[in-house]
């Protein structure tokens, strides 16, 4: 995908001014949506009589509720991308799906305690505003670089880097108001609605003077301009690239299959069968979402700057390799979680480290995988198609969440100990199976990761 478009002058950190605006916009964004999910089965599971009351259902309604939500969290992006490229464009769909996500934070809020059609109709809009912002907050970001621009991997980190910022801080402003009696689970979903508002705010305010007019236009109708206002169809090299796209679409849905295991089973697992107390302190089982994002905040500038520089001197490893290094990462951090099923039952509970260590690795290996497919689909994506095949992309994660929630689902009949086993094994073999198949999909890019200095 080429960028057309106008970009402010101007750098930080030698990336457009641009970039930075989009870190807080999504930063605030993410602050939201993490602050909910880390609230989301605990307070479904809450029983309806406990001194913080919810709506007190099986840990398995609770974990497949789960996985339905964030798997629909990740299909509308497909249709919100649609409409971005060919009537709305990017910047305005951002704002109408953050607004839509707001309500739906504050509807969450007032359905608690007691009212589940509403709270059914709050998850409902989170669903619809997601579909409208994430795709095109992302495209954007690919906007802000020429064809070829080496800092572009790296740029894509250091946003993933505003996104982790904000599902790092989240839990321990949302999970610390929910899951205290005094507060309540409505006071967690209010906190995450402010953050929701914040990100608008930031996009309103600063949209014109650092990203120009990216965003402004439909995708469609710049594409279409391009080619002397002719509707040609796709190229034999563009079709090669989007089944790139397409054969990675396996190997990243059992990545966040295992890695979705977090706000679900992991979560769960830290509430029941973990010790979590520091001395007199019993650390709340939320805060245990805040290690993904405080690890991918500490070491994305470590992994941007070093795709940058090895892009630089033309030595970056190609996108299939850097997915099977994190598949394979990721694989190490569930044997961290077989380890703690194994002190659990030596000792009654686990200790903490076995979840930090676990969170360490899934985190390396998600910087291999996600910020590097950001930016992969907006190098080969044609850009009449660049949002929708964004989409896509979090489509993956769609299919992703809502087997993760059945995986998840299964650990009270099968036991942790199988499930966590089993999702270790299927990442090491999809590993080897991608590095087979590496070089056939590098032939299909056609040159789209082909990085030049910029």
Same mark, same amino acid.
């Given at each position: 995908?080429t960028s057309?478009v106008?970009v402010?002058?101007g750098?930080f950190l030698?990336h457009?001014?641009?970039l930075?605006?989009?870190?807080?916009?999504?930063m605030?964004?993410r602050?939201?949506?993490y602050?909910?999910?880390?609230?989301?089965v605990?307070?479904?599971i809450?029983?309806?009589?406990a001194?913080?009351?919810?709506?007190?259902?099986?840990?398995?309604?609770?974990?497949?509720?789960?996985?339905l939500?964030?798997?629909?969290v990740?299909?509308?992006p497909?249709i919100g991308?649609?409409?971005a490229?060919n009537?709305l464009?990017q910047?305005?769909?951002?704002i %109408? /799906?953050g607004?839509?996500m707001?309500a739906? #934070?504050f509807? &969450? @809020?007032?359905a608690?305690p $007691?009212?589940?059609?509403?709270?059914?109709?709050?998850?409902v809009?989170l669903v619809i505003?997601?579909?409208f912002f994430?795709?095109?907050?992302?495209?954007?970001?690919?906007d802000?670089?020429?064809?070829?621009?080496?800092?572009r991997d790296?740029?894509?980190t250091?946003?993933y880097?505003?996104?982790?910022?904000?599902a790092?801080i989240?839990?321990f402003?949302?999970s610390t108001?929910g899951?205290d009696?005094?507060?309540?689970w409505r006071?967690?979903?209010?906190a995450?609605? %402010? /953050?929701?508002?914040?990100s608008?705010?930031? #996009?309103l305010? &600063? @949209?014109r003077?650092?990203? $120009?007019?990216?965003g402004?236009v439909p995708?469609?109708t710049?594409?279409?301009?391009?080619?002397?206002?002719?509707?040609?169809?796709?190229?034999?090299?563009?079709v090669?690239?989007l089944?790139?796209?397409?054969?990675?679409?396996?190997?990243?849905v059992?990545?966040w299959?295992a890695?979705?295991?977090?706000?679900g089973l992991?979560?769960i697992?830290?509430?029941?069968?973990?010790?979590?107390?520091?001395?007199g302190?019993?650390v709340?089982?939320g805060?245990?979402?805040?290690?993904?994002?405080?690890f991918?905040v500490?070491?994305a500038p470590l992994?941007?700057?070093a795709?940058?520089k090895?892009?630089?001197?033309?030595r970056?490893?190609?996108?299939?390799?850097k997915m099977?290094l994190?598949?394979?990462l990721?694989g190490?951090?569930?044997?961290?979680m077989?380890?703690?099923v194994?002190?659990?039952?030596?000792?009654?509970k686990a200790?903490?480290?076995w979840?930090?260590?676990?969170y360490f690795f899934?985190t390396?290996g998600?910087?291999?995988?996600?910020p590097v497919?950001?930016?992969?689909?907006t190098k080969?994506?044609?850009?009449?198609l660049?949002?929708?095949?964004?989409?896509v992309?979090f489509?993956i994660?769609f299919?992703?969440?809502?087997?993760?929630?059945?995986?998840?689902?299964?650990?009270e009949?099968?036991?942790?100990l199988?499930?966590f086993g089993?999702i270790?094994?299927v990442?090491?073999?999809?590993?080897?199976v991608?590095?087979?198949v590496?070089?056939t999909?590098?032939?299909?890019t056609?040159g789209a990761?082909?990085?030049?200095?910029?």
């Amino acid at each position: 995908m080429t960028s057309d478009v106008q970009v402010p002058q101007g750098t930080f950190l030698g990336h457009p001014k641009g970039l930075f605006l989009l870190f807080a916009t999504e930063m605030w964004e993410r602050f939201s949506y993490y602050g909910m999910r880390a609230l989301l089965v605990l307070s479904v599971i809450a029983g309806t009589e406990a001194a913080n009351p919810g709506f007190g259902w099986t840990q398995a309604e609770a974990l497949q509720l789960y996985g339905l939500f964030t798997g629909f969290v990740y299909f509308t992006p497909l249709i919100g991308g649609w409409l971005a490229d060919n009537y709305l464009g990017q910047r305005k769909c951002v704002i %109408i /799906g953050g607004l839509v996500m707001a309500a739906g #934070q504050f509807t &969450l @809020a007032s359905a608690i305690p $007691g009212n589940l059609t509403l709270f059914y109709v709050g998850l409902v809009l989170l669903v619809i505003g997601n579909g409208f912002f994430k795709p095109n907050i992302s495209t954007m970001v690919g906007d802000l670089y020429p064809e070829g621009d080496s800092r572009r991997d790296g740029a894509f980190t250091i946003f993933y880097m505003g996104i982790n910022a904000g599902a790092f801080i989240a839990p321990f402003i949302c999970s610390t108001l929910g899951e205290d009696p005094a507060w309540g689970w409505r006071y967690g979903y209010m906190a995450a609605g %402010i /953050g929701m508002i914040l990100s608008v705010i930031i #996009q309103l305010l &600063l @949209a014109r003077r650092y990203l $120009g007019d990216i965003g402004t236009v439909p995708a469609a109708t710049r594409s279409l301009a391009q080619s002397g206002g002719k509707h040609a169809p796709l190229t034999h090299d563009e079709v090669d690239r989007l089944k790139v796209i397409f054969m990675l679409f396996v190997f990243v849905v059992l990545f966040w299959a295992a890695f979705e295991q977090a706000g679900g089973l992991m979560n769960i697992y830290a509430a029941e069968k973990t010790d979590r107390m520091l001395g007199g302190f019993e650390v709340p089982a939320g805060w245990f979402q805040s290690l993904n994002p405080l690890f991918i905040v500490l070491l994305a500038p470590l992994f941007s700057l070093a795709w940058s520089k090895l892009g630089e001197s033309g030595r970056n490893p190609p996108t299939p390799h850097k997915m099977v290094l994190g598949l394979f990462l990721t694989g190490i951090g569930f044997l961290a979680m077989i380890a703690a099923v194994f002190d659990q039952q030596a000792a009654g509970k686990a200790s903490m480290i076995w979840l930090v260590i676990a969170y360490f690795f899934h985190t390396t290996g998600e910087l291999c995988i996600s910020p590097v497919g950001l930016s992969m689909v907006t190098k080969l994506a044609p850009l009449r198609l660049a949002s929708l095949m964004m989409g896509v992309w979090f489509m993956i994660n769609f299919v992703a969440n809502w087997l993760a929630g059945i995986i998840g689902s299964y650990a009270e009949s099968l036991g942790e100990l199988s499930i966590f086993g089993g999702i270790a094994i299927v990442l090491f073999v999809f590993s080897f199976v991608l590095w087979t198949v590496s070089g056939t999909l590098m032939r299909w890019t056609h040159g789209a990761e082909s990085a030049r200095k910029a």
